[in-house]
């Protein structure tokens, strides 16, 4: 696609959006990694979009396209459906505008995230609660927008609201004096790296851009691929913020145009950098917010190179911890899981436990005797020292004569069981 074709969101429309944004979203710091830094050889920099008040970049989108309305769509009032940080960015603007907006929410969204859709939208915000899936959601407010008069604010694909998010790629120009070589965003419908890659391919046009998306949510990769927006039939909606079935129709040609390449990131790996990031810089980053940091491996040629990573959200709830840990450590190869047929005579677990290593450590034991039969199958999991602590296990139980499944990579078996 020519650069003269191209539906690039313009300079002067981001620019319009930074206006109408100052005091409500906050010029966000561009902080330096010390640690990656050293580690990449490179400058490292963390664009802070997770210290914004509803704690994602969303609030830039929702209250720019807002403020676009005339007089009589913000007295009609707005809707949309969502389950995450658009519903708070959305919450606030209304709050902040004094204008209506009903939100739709899946019934199955946690409590937690109703209540701060509430904090923030106080009494301008309706909440109705609809259907099982985002799908429902987003079903029933399309007829609502239509069947009440309500202005539509979508999360993605909409001019206004990819001009708001582009104000991200504004600032990072403003705060830094030397040249940028490589910015590395999360992409999920394409908001984002539609208004913050239209900004650097006019003002710097050298800069490389990297999209990075979730393995088990790549529809702007696929769409890459097929040189058309595909829709997804499955997603794994883990890293909720960018997992789309369907990016947008007026993000997929900037994107197509502006980023050099889809990255993907496994969720396991997703998780492991989200831990990194708690432990090693003291950052609580959502799945989405981690995805830029997360593919930095990914990069060749980096040494000596500066790079700014977009954390664009830190909405991540202290109950999925466990689930964060678990798929981190089933990602780094030390977390195995096997289905284990056990003779069912005394001492038969005191012998499988002699064939562990000395640092390895049983995590899950689920076993039911099995009346009238010689063996019992049990189902195991095992935490090792190191990866590299696998085969030499898995060879040992073989030599044993133990006879066994390793269930890690058999997804129908591990969702069962785990």
Known sequence: MSATTTPLVSVEAVTRARRRLRGVALHSPLQRSHRLSEHYGAEIYFKREDLQEVRSYKIRGSYNKMSTLTAKQRERGVVCASAGNHAQGLALACAKMGVKGVIFMPAVTPAQKIRKVRAFGKEFVEIELVGDTYDDAYNESLKAAEERGLTYVHPFDDPDTIAGQGTVGL??????????????????????SAGVGSVFRQLSPETTIYGVEPSGAAAMHASFAAGEIVTLERIDSFVDGAAVRRVGDHNFPIVREVVKDILLVPEGQVCGTM???????????????ALSVAALDQLEDIKGKTVVCVIGGGNNDITRTAEIQER???????????????????????????????????????????HNRAVGPALVGIQLASEDEFGPLVKRMEDSGIQFEHINEQPLLFEMFI
């Open 171 to 192: 600032e990072i120009l403003d705060d830094l004096t030397q040249p940028v070589d490589y910015l590395l965003m999360a992409v999920g419908g394409g908001g984002l």
């Open 328 to 370: 981190a450590l089933l990602w780094s190869g030390i977390k195995h899981y096997f289905i284990i047929e056990f003779p069912q005579r005394a001492g038969a677990l005191r012998e499988f436990l002699n064939i562990l290593g000395p640092e390895d450590d049983i995590t899950h034991f689920e076993y039911t005797k099995k």
């Open 275 to 289: 831990l990194e990031l708690y432990n090693e810089e003291g950052l609580v980053v959502e799945p989405a917010g």
